[in-house]
């Protein structure tokens, strides 16, 4: 997500000493000693105060013209003006090619559009791949995935048309009947009237193990909360940690999933925090939405 303005910086620094005609700009601070009066001609008298003034002048005038040029190779050109537009070409907030700033932005923007709820349009680039790992990750683990309707909208968007078919099949007998009882929901992946199901995933980081332009293998480091809140739930909410490795192809100017698999962990050390009722969770799935995920 550059706010520095070089050009403020640079005029201080560079107008502000050039400013007085006994500036430390060029090394032209000078001690002025006042010898004792006396006669103008003798060896120790004081010169003249005329010669003084026109010599201070002089003085001051090569200073300013110093500080005049080093003032315009600091500026850097009308561009870094800070009336300038941040989104024009060259100036650094829109610059990725290693010209920004190093509080600015430097990834590729992760998406174009949405198809849904999910993410489209990602970059054909090591980022943009990583960027789409970590947003399939989290629809593939969502409530969404375990209601039939919404699975096959997940499955289309995310899949490449290949692997589609079969893998609706693989998914609709995973999450079957007697999988969906388990966690208290019916048919249509909803639970009963004062529960809530909650499957919702957080990705911690991206690590691309390979890449190609027609192909590339991410892995997504992820957390979530998963269960279902209610009193009495037999299936309380809690957390996990797991990695997710997609096998991604690049097909109709877009990342897709071919395939994908899931591990436990790495998991740190759970804390004592104490756990939260059902009703906040519940109440936290409901008030807080979800990002757009990028590298």
Not at 18 to 26: F, I, K, P, V
Not at 224 to 242: K, L, M, Y
């Amino acid at each position: 997500m550059s706010y520095d303005d070089e050009q403020g910086y640079g005029s201080r620094d560079s107008g502000g000493r050039g400013d007085g005609a006994y500036s430390t700009l060029g090394g032209t601070r000078q001690t002025r000693t006042r010898l004792p009066d006396g006669d103008p001609g003798a060896p120790h008298g004081r010169r003249p105060a005329r010669n003084s003034r026109s010599l201070v002048m002089a003085v001051g005038v090569v200073v300013l013209l110093v500080a005049a040029i080093a003032f315009a190779n600091l500026g850097g050109g009308d561009s870094d003006s800070p009336n300038a537009d941040p989104a024009a070409p060259g100036n650094s907030h829109s610059d990725t090619t290693g010209g920004t700033a190093p509080t600015a932005p430097t990834g590729t923007d992760p998406v174009t559009g949405k198809n849904g709820s999910i993410a489209t349009g990602f970059a054909h680039d090591e980022q943009g791949a990583q960027s789409a790992a970590a947003n399939y990750a989290v629809a593939l683990v969502s409530a969404d995935i375990l209601k039939p309707d919404r699975r096959a909208e997940i499955i289309s968007q995310v899949f490449t048309a290949e692997r589609a078919g079969e893998l609706a099949e693989k998914f609709s007998q995973s999450y079957s009947q007697s999988f969906l009882d388990k966690l208290g929901l019916d048919r249509n992946g909803n639970a009963a009237e004062g529960f809530t199901y909650v499957s919702r995933t957080v990705p911690v980081g991206t690590k691309l193990t390979a890449y190609a332009q027609s192909s590339s293998r991410v892995e997504v480091w992820c957390t979530g909360v998963f269960g279902t809140a209610g009193v009495s739930s037999t299936n309380p909410v809690s957390n996990d940690w797991f990695t997710m490795t997609l096998e991604l192809h690049w097909v109709s100017g877009d990342w897709k999933v071919d395939s994908f698999t899931q591990k436990d962990g790495p998991a740190p050390v759970n804390t004592d925090r104490t756990a939260s009722s059902a009703d906040e969770i519940a109440k936290a799935v409901e008030e807080y939405g979800g990002f757009t995920y990028a590298r």
